[in-house]
């Protein structure tokens, strides 16, 4: 009855048959006492069995070895320990309980040095004890340790034993020596289904997929069994290869074996469709299974968090709180990921308490995924101050404090932790290296960068795929293209998507637009496959040197790759055709764009404010309100510029300061800028220079510029003036600063002025700069400067340019000579000459 109750785990039962056996007087042998202290034991009811084993007067060594076992399987390895040493008498039983213990509760090396007691003790080992060390080596990965005990294990014939046998070769592949486990297999008398399954998890373990599903084959040919561990090791093959449909035919194949409910294979299942990502199918399984278990948890929340899906993903470790499951260091970092590309800050501090509160907290894996979320979140004093209470750091422990750092624009502090991180020993990685030359970049700190580069060299990663690009990218950005371009050609085979748009970005950055155009003609022609950064970029160069063919060109592609829903893009289309003055298929591409965000709105209210139409743009504007989009500073900065065109004074001062009041954004130069044009053109030229003195921060030459442009439409000389010197101060070899005041001392009549401004930028050598024109015609760019001799065609533009000139003359057109800039000897054929190229 007792053993019947055992097997049940029926305690309650098993309590009431004691009672009667307690109540009918019956004393019960020795065998019957150790079979209620087994029913105790195995109901979890350890307290019942210890009262039992104290008050029985004759034990025996089946009794010491049942509570020695109870102890260890509750953990309580303490107590096991002194059970064991309190034994009159040990057998290769207690030897094994108390192994068995150790090796359950991870303290593996604990189990190896009782085997070497019991060794000494001359006590002999069986296939139980040698299965139990092989299993504490392949825990530890101890390959030293594992071969001496498999050199024990042959005198007694135990590697031929298919138990001893299937524990030898796990341990072999657990060791990372998967030739000398296969050996053992091919090698073995008998194998059964566990020998499989263990091989077959050998290859997998090594990166031996396509291995393992070939052994996987074989066993089938041999009619052998499938356990739910053969079928979770195959669905984590196709998972590493990411072979989807080779997946699905083994999840068919399970459900037909009767594994359909099965937690082992059901979690393997859901996993190996999340790493190939097809979540709807991970979730379907997920959602179908009777029970859960941790690990099928484990798999969605990381299966969604790896597709960057960190609602979905927090919403499972949500589900996982609620299940009673508990939690992992798996769960938590999972859910550390989640949060922080949601950035939901509120929400990992959350789960950073349920951390502290638990055993996790110290693990380096967790930490490290807190640093991560806390940078990502822009919390950069608790990431700091976490990476500071750290006990452990790793790599990945100064690649997540530095990238935190350089994420949030704080390129010092990056380049300081990089320090500080060498003066600590650690060398640093491919990740760390790109982080650093990131901030190098966004410092155009190129002598450091410089340094960082010349380091790469010497820890051999040149060459990285990863790092090179982030080199070519850094010299780019500090306006070294020409070095950039050495080293993306030296890449050759190792050029990445990275590389070629930090090439193509780098000289558009350098106002080099037909050189990004040719690079990325060259990128074409070597069959690399744009991206929408690439296109974007493109198109950016088409629109900054009005090249709207290329430009149509770049859309047909873009359609044809299906690129454009793309909010990038199509705001990028958006831009691009307005400022080659095509407005209609600029609003055409707004109205198309399947997303919108800030920059696409921005991209048409400044096209229509660039073209003069005022209120088509304040219409938009308007609309982009009601459609709940934010504006940004770059959205104001358009919107006042068109209430300046339009002279809407009021308009352009309520637009002004409802940036603060109504969306939080702190007024930048460019917005005083156009308030001090608003103001000026209306002719409130005193009160524009008021403000500019009221200002919060110092002006800057645009503003100044501003205003003196502004002086010469209204004729305030005093004003300009004073804007003429601030704007000296600011640059003294600013020419356009002299011509804006000569030109408004000549309109009012200050000659004198007028020659003394003349003497000042000959005597300094500053000249004009000189405009320059463009034209696209038959895919052909023509620029042009003034008074240009150096165009193949010139003889022919200046035979036009004199025909254009006669036909004004003779309509009565007389140049103004006041504002242009002579010498005293200059003669009047020559005045003529530069009103022609000028006009």
């Avoid at 085997?115 to 040698?130: C, H, I, N, P, Y």
């Avoid at 919060?696 to 005093?718: N, Y």
């Amino acid at each position: 009855m007792f053993q019947e109750c055992s097997n049940r785990r029926a305690a309650d039962t098993g309590k009431q048959a004691h009672a009667s056996m307690i109540v009918s007087g019956f004393e019960p042998t020795i065998f019957v006492t150790n079979c209620l202290i087994q029913m105790y034991i195995k109901c979890s009811s350890l307290d019942y069995a210890l009262k039992v084993f104290d008050k029985t007067p004759e034990r025996d060594t089946v009794s010491w070895n049942a509570m020695v076992f109870g102890y260890a399987g509750c953990g309580n390895m303490e107590a096991a320990q002194s059970m064991f040493e309190s034994m009159p008498e040990k057998d290769v039983v207690s030897w094994n309980s108390l192994i068995s213990g150790y090796v359950q509760n991870g303290n593996n090396r604990m189990s190896i040095d009782v085997f070497l007691k019991m060794t000494g003790a001359g006590v002999e080992s069986d296939r139980r004890t040698f299965s139990l060390i092989f299993k504490a080596c392949s825990a530890l990965e101890n390959y030293g340790v594992g071969i001496q005990v498999h050199g024990l294990a042959v005198p007694k014939g135990f590697d031929h034993d298919v138990v001893s046998g299937s524990a030898i070769l796990d341990m072999y592949a657990k060791c990372r020596k998967l030739g000398e486990s296969l050996q053992f297999f091919r090698e073995m008398p008998e194998r059964n289904c566990v020998s499989w399954s263990a091989v077959i998890a050998g290859c997998v373990q090594n990166e031996e997929l396509v291995g393992g599903l070939e052994l996987f084959k074989e066993m089938q040919q041999e009619g052998v069994g499938i356990s739910q561990s053969t079928y979770a090791s195959v669905l984590r093959s196709c998972a590493g290869l990411s072979a989807v449909r080779l997946g699905a035919q083994f999840h068919a194949h399970a459900i037909k074996a009767g594994f359909r409910s099965d937690i082992i294979v059901g979690t393997a299942t859901l996993d190996m469709y999340a790493k190939c990502d097809c979540l709807l199918e991970a979730r379907k399984i997920f959602n179908s299974l009777p029970t859960h278990n941790l690990q099928s948890y484990n798999a969605m929340i990381i299966g969604y968090a790896r597709r960057y899906r960190g609602l979905e993903a927090f919403q499972v470790f949500r589900l996982l709180m609620k299940s009673g499951f508990g939690f992992d260091d798996i769960s938590l970092s999972g859910a550390f990921s989640a949060c922080a590309m949601m950035k939901g800050y509120l929400a990992g501090i959350q789960v950073h308490g349920l951390a502290i509160k638990s055993i996790f907290w110290t693990d380096v894996c967790v930490a490290n995924a807190i640093l991560d979320m806390y940078g990502k979140c822009g919390a950069l004093m608790e990431a700091h101050f976490l990476f500071d209470e750290m006990e452990i750091r790793d790599a990945v422990s100064w690649n997540a404090i530095i990238a935190a750092y350089g994420q949030n624009g704080y390129e010092e502090a990056t380049l300081s932790l990089f320090v500080w991180m060498l003066r600590w020993g650690m060398e640093p990685d491919d990740f760390t290296y790109g982080s650093v030359l990131k901030a190098c970049a966004g410092r155009q700190a190129l002598n450091c960068g410089m340094e960082v580069h010349n380091r790469v060299i010497k820890s051999g990663m040149g060459f990285d795929l990863f790092v090179g690009s982030a080199i070519v990218d850094m010299y780019c950005k500090c306006a070294k293209v020409e070095e950039a371009e050495k080293l993306h050609d030296r890449m050759e085979e190792q050029q990445s998507m990275v590389s070629w748009n930090a090439m193509i970005s780098g000289f558009s950055s350098a106002e080099k637009s037909e050189e990004a155009q040719k690079f990325f003609s060259r990128m074409l022609e070597m069959g690399v496959k744009p991206d929408s950064f690439t296109y974007a970029t493109v198109l950016d160069t088409c629109a900054n040197l009005a090249t709207v063919g290329l430009g149509k060109q770049i859309h047909a592609q873009i359609i044809k790759h299906e690129l454009q829903s793309d909010v990038f893009i199509s705001s990028t289309l958006v831009d691009m055709y307005s400022k080659c003055g095509n407005m209609q298929d600029s609003r055409l591409m707004f109205d198309k764009s399947p997303k919108r965000d800030f920059v696409t709105w921005n991209a048409l209210i400044c096209g229509y404010a660039q073209h003069g139409l005022g209120e088509e743009a304040l219409r938009v504007y308007d609309k982009m309100q009601v459609e709940g989009v934010k504006p940004n500073h770059a959205t104001f900065v358009s919107v006042l510029r068109v209430c300046a065109h339009m002279g809407q004074v009021e308009k352009g001062l309520h637009y002004f300061y409802s940036m603060s009041s109504d969306f939080g954004l702190d007024p930048q130069l460019e917005h005083f800028s156009c308030i001090v044009d608003i103001l000026g053109r209306s002719g409130q030229v005193s009160h524009a220079l008021r403000f500019i003195h009221e200002m919060p921060f110092q002006a800057d030459d645009v503003i100044w510029r501003t205003l003196l442009s502004i002086c010469k439409m209204h004729g305030a000389v005093e004003v300009a003036e004073e804007a003429a010197n601030s704007l000296l101060r600011l640059d003294p070899h600013d020419s356009s600063a002299y011509i804006l005041l000569s030109n408004i001392y000549a309109d009012a009549g200050m000659w004198d002025q007028v020659s003394k401004m003349r003497r000042v930028m000959k005597c300094s050598g500053m000249k004009k700069e000189p405009g320059c024109s463009w034209i696209e015609v038959k895919s052909n760019l023509h620029m042009f400067l003034v008074g240009d001799k150096a165009h193949p065609r010139r003889e022919q533009i200046y035979e036009n340019l004199d025909l254009l000139l006669a036909e004004m003359t003779w309509a009565g057109y007389v140049p103004d000579t006041d504002f242009v800039l002579m010498d005293e000897d200059t003669e009047g054929e020559h005045v003529e000459e530069l009103i022609s190229c000028t006009s």
